[in-house]
């Protein structure tokens, strides 16, 4: 049965709550930040995909023309609705609801900053040689220690509405690209189809 993409948008919607709230629920310990980390870059993406090709195909089967905007509509649509209403509903969930996991995650993310600021540190200082070399790589990293102090991190937002806004910017990115391919993929294939099939 072919699902409307709204539908499936709602449905999207619903198991990116579930993936939020079962890390939300199982994982916000020292790992919180790292954990919704990958979440975001490798299980929502495969979601998401997933759902774009089965919305893209299920049309597809069942119709014997699909265009381009069509094919790209099916994909487009469910990722949208999906996505928008999982930025909202988490950003008024860390914003208004529970706002002792969104200055865990702030710290978190502060953290894991100077981790890798220190690991790069570390790492060139072992393979530099030359003296010079070292005292302007030691002098860069003390320039960049005081933005890591208490002070400097006070009040350090990295989940606010803009914040946000930037973040759904750059997933719509991802759900155009997607789109496009799918839309590109099935109407070529249908056309290629009914070539096939007037020879």
Avoid: C
Avoid at 47 to 74: C, D, E, I, M
Avoid at 83 to 107: C, H, M, P, Q, R
Wanted: hydrophobic share 45%; aromatic share 20%.
């Amino acid at each position: 049965m072919t699902k409307s993409p709204s539908t499936l948008g709602i449905l999207l919607f619903g198991a990116t709550m579930i993936v939020f709230f079962v890390v939300y629920y199982f994982f916000s310990g020292v790992n919180y930040f790292d954990i919704s980390l990958k979440a975001n870059a490798f299980v929502l993406p495969i979601l998401y995909a997933g759902a774009a090709f089965w919305s893209v195909k299920s049309y597809w089967s069942s119709h014997k023309t699909v265009s381009f905007k069509q094919a790209f509509n099916r994909a487009f649509v469910p990722m949208f609705i999906g996505g928008i209403l999982s930025i909202f509903s988490i950003y008024t969930f860390l914003n208004f609801v529970d706002t002792d996991a969104k200055k865990l995650l702030n710290y978190q993310y502060v953290t894991r900053q100077k981790a890798e600021m220190d690991k790069e540190y570390y790492s060139a200082r072992k393979v530099l040689k030359h003296q010079k070399d070292i005292d302007e790589l030691d002098k860069k990293y003390k320039e960049r220690l005081p933005s890591f102090s208490p002070e400097a991190v006070k009040g350090k937002d990295m989940l606010t509405a803009s914040h946000f806004s930037g973040y759904f910017a750059a997933i719509l990115i991802f759900y155009v690209v997607l789109s496009v391919f799918f839309g590109a993929f099935f109407r070529t294939k249908t056309i290629y189809q009914e070539e096939q099939n007037q020879e």
